[in-house]
């Protein structure tokens, strides 16, 4: 929906913004949902919630993330698993560390697992769609932010490196936190298509969760008057099963 | 980006892919090199040169993307001085002409450090910014260049950027809302607004100016003389009441 379907989104980076008191998640389901019934396969990079949250969630949309996992046509890489064991291996001292040690080991570590993972995917079926949620919690880890560009960097990489594959990372922005600010900055300079989700900014209603802005940086096409970096502004609602997504004050309560 | 320049003369423009593999990460991990004390290729701008293959030794004009992964990857400082030295002396026998580089000034760490001294280096700066209301929806960008002599050529303009990827710019005129006729219609009254009748007469004014108002007084006198006028309920009493005292 809302046009990023429409466009083809091989080779490019879908930016999803969330904004404090607003959640994107739904965006990312919506994209997956989108890829697997185009039967392409997504390659899910979870470092917010686990797998069975994105299974669970995408069972209300259609979807059986457990299913496809065993077919073969989604991988994951569970980072708060890998955190589990190489906090476990630092402990022991065991090899098997892949978290902990220096910054750019971890994220180069990372970076090839995704690199492998995606290969794999991308033997079998031609779309593969590369789904990283949320990029801010490495920062969490205590990861520069220098770092998580360069890694960022690197699976922009992949992008030309491997044909079929398309980019979605999802970002949190915290007022008042400089360094998610300057990775957001740094995400939507480069990025295709921006979503920007936030909370509505005169407080909380039943009808209405969010706003959401869709940004569609056109570097391909001519930069005339109004037509360059074209906005579209939307409300959505988060119901059960679905998402529903207006224009700013067509809530059907409203109307 | 390659995609996005459509030239002829493909000989005269050498692409620096600083982009790819620029921690040496894939290179390493098939050396199996844990160890990235290499930093390789495209780490500063000078060992670029270097490397680059020189078919002459004309002036040449350096492009960068984007300067915010150098700073990242090399400090601002360093950036700062090879930036300097480019401009000053000859890499590997080739001669700068011009430098242009581009910032994204959100993502620059320390912008409010940064972005001065970096605009102190360039002679020219070329601020791009949003359509505003003169600039008929296009972007604007304010150009201020630095001769030689010490002027300063400061000049706004507004640009777009056809099909064929040519750029079409115009100076901004600002648009200045007609302010003359808004000063006019305050001072007489809005007659037409309503069906009652606003204005004075010549009999009303005259009544105007000879009525005078019941609690308004013209002092006459010098200093200040406080008028009391009791009522009926009042107890006036003339005596002074500090007269028992005995000072």
Request: net charge negative; aromatic share 4%.
């Amino acid at each position: 929906a809302l046009g990023i379907d429409q466009e083809n989104s091989v080779g490019k980076l879908i930016a999803v913004e969330e904004h404090h008191s607003s959640n994107g998640n739904f965006v990312l389901n919506c994209l997956i949902a989108e890829q697997v019934h185009k039967e392409g396969s997504v390659c899910l990079v979870a470092l917010h919630n686990s797998f069975g949250h994105y299974h669970n969630v995408g069972t209300k949309l259609g979807y059986n993330l457990h299913q496809l996992q065993e077919k073969g046509c989604v991988e994951s890489i569970e980072v708060l698993k890998l955190l589990n064991e190489s906090l476990n291996a630092e402990h022991e001292n065991r090899v098997g560390n892949v978290l902990f040690g220096d910054e750019e080991n971890t994220m180069r570590n990372l970076f090839h697992l995704i690199k492998g993972k995606t290969e794999k995917l991308l033997q079998k079926r031609k779309l593969v769609s590369l789904v990283i949620d949320d990029l801010s919690n490495l920062l969490s880890l205590g990861i520069s932010v220098k770092e998580v560009l360069s890694f960022l960097q690197y699976c922009r990489t992949l992008l030309e490196s491997q044909p079929g594959l398309s980019l979605v990372v999802l970002t949190h922005i915290a007022e008042g936190d400089d360094e998610q600010q300057l990775l957001n900055a740094g995400l939507c300079h480069v990025a295709d298509v921006i979503v920007t989700v936030c909370g509505l900014k005169t407080g909380q209603s039943s009808d209405v969760s969010g706003s959401m802005k869709v940004t569609h940086r056109r570097l391909d096409q001519p930069m005339i008057a109004h037509e360059w970096n074209k906005q579209n502004l939307y409300h959505f609602k988060l119901l059960d099963r679905q998402v529903k997504v207006f224009a700013p004050g067509t809530a059907t309560c409203l109307i | 980006m390659k995609t996005g320049l459509r030239n002829s003369s493909e000989d005269h423009v050498h692409f620096h892919d600083c982009f790819t593999d620029h921690r040496g990460w894939i290179d390493s991990q098939e050396k199996e090199n844990i160890r990235s004390d290499v930093h390789t290729k495209g780490n500063s701008i000078l060992s670029v040169l270097q490397t680059s293959p020189v078919t002459s030794t004309n002036d040449c004009i350096i492009i960068i993307d984007s300067l915010t992964p150098l700073i990242y990857n090399i400090g601002f400082t360093r950036c700062y001085r090879e930036l300097h030295s480019l401009l000053v002396k000859s890499t590997n026998g080739l001669t700068v002409s011009q430098v242009i580089c581009l910032i994204h000034e959100d993502t620059l760490p320390d912008v409010h450090v940064a972005l001065p001294q970096l605009c102190h280096l360039a002679t020219t700066t070329v601020k791009i910014g949003s359509h505003t209301q003169s600039s008929r929806g296009n972007p604007t960008a304010s150009i201020i260049h630095k001769k030689q002599g010490g002027k300063i050529l400061r000049q706004v303009e507004y640009y777009s950027i056809d099909a064929d990827n040519r750029l079409k710019s115009e100076i901004l005129t600002l648009v200045t809302p007609t302010v003359a006729g808004v000063n006019e219609d305050e001072n007489q009254l809005p007659e037409d607004l309503t069906t009652f009748k606003l204005s004075l007469g010549q009999q009303e004014k005259e009544a105007r100016s000879q009525l005078v108002l019941p609690y308004l007084r013209i002092n006459s006198e010098k200093g200040g003389k406080v008028f009391y006028q009791p009522d009926a309920a009042d107890d006036w009493d003339e005596e002074d009441p500090d007269d028992d005292l005995d000072i």
